[in-house]
């Protein structure tokens, strides 16, 4: 099988367990983060929620993966963080089914993300979370941000890609 080059190539699975393919992310400029609801970062999803509603009419998404790997710091159910999502954020960006990005278990969607846009020094592995990957329209990885990156930030990129 040949190596998966866009966003289309992946699935995805949703809170309820549910697989989703993510093909029809193809047209619109995606970002998508590893999350946690106990971790420093947390606020950013105030941020994310932000840029989501900014640029959401203009064809951008957020997808949030939540992963417990960084601390233990996502140890609750796929509806303790959607609920802690929707009470203290007001998401209306898709929360995904949990998952793990490091590893023999990593999740083949981050897989690739990390190959397409390694971090720094090459390093494949991402360090904690709310590191995010930014995604054009034609489904191909354009950077990599640290989670110390503020999503505010990430403007002029993706304004530049839609």
């Known amino acids: 099988m040949p190596d998966p080059r866009t966003i289309a190539d992946f699935s995805a699975r949703l809170p309820s367990g549910e ?3 993510l093909a029809d992310r193809l047209g619109r400029v995606v970002l998508v983060v590893n999350t946690a609801s106990k971790c420093g970062f947390t606020p950013q999803y105030k941020g994310l929620e932000a840029l989501y509603r900014t640029y959401g009419p203009r064809g951008f998404e957020v997808m ?3 992963c417990n790997q960084f601390g233990r710091q996502e140890p609750g159910s796929a509806e303790d963080i959607a609920q802690f999502c929707e009470i203290n954020f007001g998401l209306s960006f898709p929360v995904m089914g949990k998952i793990e990005v490091n590893g023999a278990n990593a999740d083949p969607l981050f897989q690739w ?3 397409e846009a ?3 020094l090459g390093t ?3 360090k904690w979370n709310f ?3 930014l995604i054009d329209r034609e489904g191909h990885v354009v950077r990599r941000y640290g989670p110390t990156e503020k999503p505010v ?3 002029r990129d993706i304004e530049t890609l839609l």
């Open 19 to 21: 697989t989703v393919g």
């Open 64 to 66: 949030a993966f939540p």
């Open 113 to 115: 993300l990390k190959a």
């Open 118 to 120: 390694p971090g720094v």
């Open 124 to 126: 494949r592995a991402i």
């Open 131 to 133: 590191t995010k990957f």
């Open 153 to 155: 930030t990430l403007s």
